[in-house]
């Protein structure tokens, strides 16, 4: 048997009601005395200020996870642009809101529920996946005074020990994968042949030569500037910097290679466009992981080729504060895993690249072709 309890107040400026189900008699003549008590406040309340009545449902978790999560996505769609979640951290707020764990209200939500989701995940996502949404999560659990509703944190201290004990979140294992010479040669070469199709005209083959030579993220590369660009003593700024504390405002002034500057000078400009590689990062990402498995070697990723080039560094010699400028890492022991490698001289990879392409160009002009004809991809600004 369950008993369902209903309280309603109605006043000249003030109408509210509330429904709910209760297991028992005593708990729910608990509720019901209860909210008319919060109910006549409000309304005495609405009287003078003309407050709208605040849900005894969102106060007592008697909302949906999802319906949580909306309303934190539309806090967040409000703030400035320098405090919002980043979109990675956004897709993650989707999927638990799209998910059969949304459909739950916050006292019904049991760990078990927590465990079985993401045991599920653990099928096709590594546990640092996991570890990541599992946290936004909380994250968000965490704004209820911001968005004046109650929702049980039930991600507590306790939880999180026994997920790390089932191995159903982890910590991101180090990819120390590295291109070798023969896999650069093959992947500039192909991208290079798509370069000049109408759908195709993002350079992944100059900006996978410039991650190596820089040593940026692809998200650095895609928001640096000819406004921030000094050709003349080798610097650029790379803006918003990655920083677990901060996430807007971390400037840095970076030295760059005079292979970085001779990729640069190769860009066309966009009208009304100052950025000097105006794609997205994600997409940048996405086509690399593609080619390559295509090419057979799905080893390599985008952020294989920073490593490279992090680790071409080490090998020119340079000390850990030269290399840490130059990669953006904040803590050098992240740097530390470098350290073994034997001072030589890397391969000449630019040099050998620009004779690839100037054979293309050349190979396609004999032919009477026009590849530089310029179009503006699908992937750009």
Not at 20 to 38: C, I, M, N, R, Y
């Amino acid at each position: 048997m369950v008993y369902i309890y209903q309280v309603s107040v109605r006043k000249q400026n003030f109408s509210a009601h509330e429904s709910l189900t209760f297991p028992d008699s005593t708990s729910g003549k608990a509720w019901a005395k209860q909210v008319e008590k919060e109910m006549l406040e409000q309304a005495e309340k609405s009287e003078q200020e003309s407050l709208k009545y605040e849900s005894s449902k969102s106060r007592t978790g008697d909302i949906k996870l999802k319906e949580y999560l909306a309303h934190y996505r539309k806090k967040q769609e409000s703030l400035p642009e320098d405090q919002r979640i980043s979109y990675r951290d956004l897709q993650a707020i989707k999927f638990w809101e799209k998910s059969w764990l949304g459909e739950k209200r916050s006292n019904e939500i049991l760990d078990s529920d927590l465990i079985d989701i993401l045991d599920e995940r653990i099928q096709t996502v590594a546990p640092a996946t996991n570890h990541l949404y599992v946290s936004v999560l909380r994250r968000a659990l965490d704004w209820q005074k911001r968005l004046r509703l109650y929702f049980r944190k039930f991600i507590t201290d306790e939880v999180m020990k026994e997920l790390w004990r089932m191995k159903l979140v982890g910590k991101s294992k180090e990819d120390d994968t590295r291109p070798t010479e023969v896999q650069v040669y093959e992947l500039y070469e192909s991208f290079l042949k798509g370069y000049p199709l109408a759908r195709a005209t993002v350079p992944y083959h100059h900006l996978m030569l410039f991650s190596i030579y820089s040593s940026f993220r692809e998200g650095e590369i895609c928001r640096i500037r000819h406004s921030d660009l000094d050709v003349e003593n080798g610097f650029v700024i790379v803006r918003d910097r990655k920083d677990p504390k901060k996430k807007y405002g971390n400037h840095h002034k970076v030295p760059l290679s005079k292979e970085c500057l001779e990729i640069i000078a190769l860009q066309p400009r966009f009208k009304g466009e100052d950025r000097i590689f105006p794609y997205r990062a994600n997409t940048i990402a996405t086509r690399f992981s593609d080619r390559t498995k295509e090419l057979g070697f799905p080893e390599l990723r985008f952020h294989s080729f920073r490593h490279d080039g992090i680790s071409r560094l080490f090998e020119q010699n340079m000390s850990i504060p030269e290399v840490a400028i130059r990669s953006g890492h904040k803590t050098w022991d992240n740097l530390r895993r470098y350290t073994h490698l034997i001072h030589k001289d890397p391969p000449d990879l630019w040099s050998r690249c620009k004779e690839i392409e100037a054979g293309f160009w050349g190979e396609n002009a004999a032919q009477g072709n026009n590849p530089k004809a310029m179009y503006k991809g699908e992937d750009s600004l």
